[in-house]
């Protein structure tokens, strides 16, 4: 995907991670805030997990080790993209709160922008949407390791932002990290 | 390091890679490029092996497989940075053409430019110089791997430019690249 702007607006960039579990709205979130971005002139760019595991992390399994691995690799990638002047929207589950904290530490030491925002959709929510199906396989015994049911997910005690998208519009979540990122001074 | 520019010109990016040998003047060549660049309102940012290695290729060594791998990994960095409409500047070895080939393949699919200099100022050269002092490491039997003496550096044959700096200025050198960036309409 090609997110080169002419013309925008002079702004600094951002890393904004939004983690949380699968089918949490990560994604969906993410989607629905580029395109406002876009239309306030901001550049956005997305680095979702698919795209960089071809190349980036193409070595890398699930193990603790491999996944803190795996966000620190994508977070170095946000983090050249963010000092560029871009917002990089980053909506990778990130489980551990060592690889999150190792990313916003070398963001803080470079002087670049880092948000967290934990999309705190409740397991129970995200299971009964399964959006990838994964929730039925695991329970069907079929694979193991899913964040949040058979494999961790440590519960981040330092987020911009604490969003249960349970009962909420996509526009209001979407508000909602707006509203952070506004008090930022990023947007 | 950091590289935002507020106000600058409206460009698409690229990604300019130079390859060769330790010592061949890739980073001198880019550091001069990236003022001029900058002079002319260009968004610039540097990939430099020493920051890479940190952590996105930490876990690498020096074999054929991983000296691919390194380039790969870099060149998807460049990618992104590029598709951004910045000018993502690499002056890493990359001594094999499989990876080369690799990365040019992936920004030509996305639309991204890809520009491949070639400074390929001779190893007798390049030993003289002994910028790291690498060359005279590699001859008293202290290190060994060295890309053009004892391990390989295939020559591109299908570089945009190559750069012999021997008895060249650097702002000869650098002349000769913006040469082929403005080809390209890229300055």
Not at 37 to 57: C, N, S
Not at 141 to 156: A, I, K, Q, R
Request: net charge negative; with cysteine.
């Amino acid at each position: 995907m090609s997110a080169a702007h002419l013309g925008t607006v002079a702004t600094a960039g951002a890393t904004i991670w939004l983690t949380g579990l699968s089918g949490a709205g990560k994604s969906t979130i993410s989607e629905a805030l580029i395109v406002r971005l876009r239309e306030a002139g901001h550049r956005v760019d997305i680095l979702d997990g698919d795209e960089v595991r071809q190349v980036l992390t193409a070595d890398l399994g699930f193990s603790r080790e491999d996944r803190i691995t795996n966000v620190r690799r994508i977070g170095y990638v946000a983090e050249v993209v963010a000092r560029n002047g871009v917002l990089a929207l980053v909506p990778v589950i990130a489980p551990y709160a060592e690889a999150r904290d190792s990313v916003r530490e070398r963001h803080e030491k470079a002087g670049t922008p880092f948000v967290l925002i934990h999309v705190a959709t409740s397991v129970e929510v995200c299971a009964e949407r399964d959006v990838k199906g994964l929730y039925a396989k695991q329970k069907a015994g079929l694979m193991s390791g899913l964040t949040g049911v058979d494999d961790p997910y440590e519960d981040p005690t330092n987020a911009d932002l604490r969003l249960d998208t349970a009962g909420r519009t996509l526009d209001e979540s979407v508000d909602a990290v707006w509203a952070v990122l506004s008090a930022r001074g990023l947007v």
